[in-house]
């Protein structure tokens, strides 16, 4: 997963694709996002759960520990090494998902420049992508106000199948049951491990089209960079 995605629709509408029976703590708005072209080290929303409340908020996408400084922050962990490696240790526990409406990779082909792919599944309904992160009792708040070590990245896994030609990772992304359960605090730490390791949705839940190159440009954010671009292959 190379870092960019789309979240156009708005917080209810993924609080919705997620289905889970909490009241929610809303710190991402009631309208549309609108960002289609998402970058690392912006904000992205997320749904968590912490005492008994479904919290939507926006967080910066990319986290690394206090003492990581010598490097820059990951906006991704491979599922093989998360649950396990030093580096990300501290955020292990503290589980999020971040709905995404696609995401974006891109392809040699050849050209002159790499071909943007928009990955989304097939049904239309968001991806519901596992994250882990370090979310502070100021967690979505203005930026002012913001945590410094604050972030989340997103678990990717190996590619299978015909996505293999698109990009050789992709982000675990769960059924909306299998999402609840992975928001759960009380749900131990192996069995998180096992579930991000055994129960991301097949690649035959996802489609894939090429996208304007307008998308390599992240001040690019209407609605066109999401639209097919013809002819197709």
């Known amino acids: 997963m190379c870092g960019r995605l789309s979240q156009y629709h708005g917080i209810h509408d993924f609080v919705d694709a997620l289905s889970m029976p909490y009241p929610l703590a809303n710190n991402a708005g009631d309208q549309p996002l609108e960002r289609y072209n998402v970058a690392p080290t912006t904000r992205v929303a997320l749904l968590r759960v912490e005492d008994g409340m479904l919290h939507a ?53 050849g050209g002159p420049k790499k071909q943007p792919y928009l990955i989304r599944r097939r049904d239309g309904r968001p991806s519901l992508c596992a994250g882990i992160g370090q979310f502070s009792p100021n967690t979505g708040q203005p930026s002012e106000e913001l945590n410094e070590h604050d972030g989340v990245v997103i678990i990717t896994a190996d590619s299978a199948g015909g996505m293999v030609d ?60 999401i639209e097919p671009k013809l002819p197709m292959p």
């Open 57 to 109: 908020d926006l967080v910066r996408w990319g986290w690394r520990p206090h003492w990581a400084k010598d490097r820059a922050a990951p906006i991704n962990a491979r599922v093989e090494k998360v649950a396990h490696g030093p580096f990300f240790r501290a955020i292990w526990p503290h589980r999020a998902i971040v709905p995404i409406d696609n995401w974006f990779e891109w392809v040699d082909e």
């Open 166 to 225: 698109v990009h050789d990772r992709r982000p675990v992304v769960l059924a909306p049951e299998t999402a609840r359960e992975w928001l759960d605090p009380e749900m131990p730490k192996e069995q998180a491990e096992q579930m991000a390791l055994n129960l991301g949705e097949p690649s035959d839940v996802f489609e894939w089209y090429r996208v304007s190159t307008a998308v390599g440009n992240v001040r690019n954010q209407g609605p066109d960079i």
